[in-house]
């Protein structure tokens, strides 16, 4: 928690003592855990049985680039789900970038043209009036163009149709940018009774 609320250069830092950062002084953490022994955690945390989970091991599971943190990723949907508000009219949907600074993720995204350039993507479903996240999946190379060529709304389509596959709503009105939006997905989205707002590229099978 204090890591989350007050910012620090380096990790060391939280460790020091009376650091000050933005007029917040953070709590001396060597009084409940030394540094090294926050490293050692740190280096040993898992989420997942490696023996039975790693699909590298076990050849019949599918193959999953965050198979190593699956299950809490899951959990946290599922707790978006449960403390979900009444949701008004308006659904919206869009990427987003978390910051990611490390070399091993094999999930990592560049996106010059966004605030965080470097990170792991999501895509994201939020409520309009609260802007409660409602839903959200991770970008991890599971849909393709290749394995996509049997859907008409396509890989981009696909990823806006698994967002709201799990969410038990109808008549609601999804807005995105013209980036994921065409006909074929519109008309799939009806099909639901939910309906997509906002502009359509030329090239997106408008008649």
Not at 185 to 191: D, H, I, M, S, V
Request: proline residues 6%; hydrophobic residues 40%; glycine residues 6%.
């Amino acid at each position: 928690i204090v890591m989350g609320l007050v910012r620090m250069p380096q990790i060391h830092r939280y460790f020091q003592d009376g650091p000050v950062c933005c007029g917040a002084s953070s709590s001396n953490l060597r009084h409940f855990l030394s540094f090294n022994h926050f490293k050692e955690i740190k280096r040993n945390f898992i989420f997942e049985n490696y023996t039975t989970s790693d699909p590298r091991a076990n050849p019949t599971l599918p193959s999953d680039k965050i198979w190593k943190i699956r299950t809490v990723v899951n959990k946290v949907k599922e707790k978006f789900r449960r403390f979900m508000p009444a949701l008004s009219e308006f659904m919206s949907a869009d990427e987003a970038m978390v910051l990611f600074t490390g070399n091993k993720c094999p999930i990592i995204f560049a996106m010059p043209h966004k605030p965080i350039t470097r990170g792991i993507k999501l895509h994201m479903g939020a409520e309009y009036e609260t802007k409660f996240v409602i839903n959200f999946n991770v970008c991890d190379g599971s849909i393709t163009a290749d394995n996509s060529s049997a859907y008409p709304y396509g890989a981009t389509g696909r990823r806006i149709v698994k967002l709201i596959e799990d969410l038990k709503c109808v008549g609601y009105k999804v807005v995105m940018d013209n980036y994921y939006r065409s006909i074929p997905l519109a008309e799939e989205l009806f099909t639901r009774n939910i309906y997509l707002v906002g502009t359509i590229k030329k090239d997106r099978g408008v008649p």
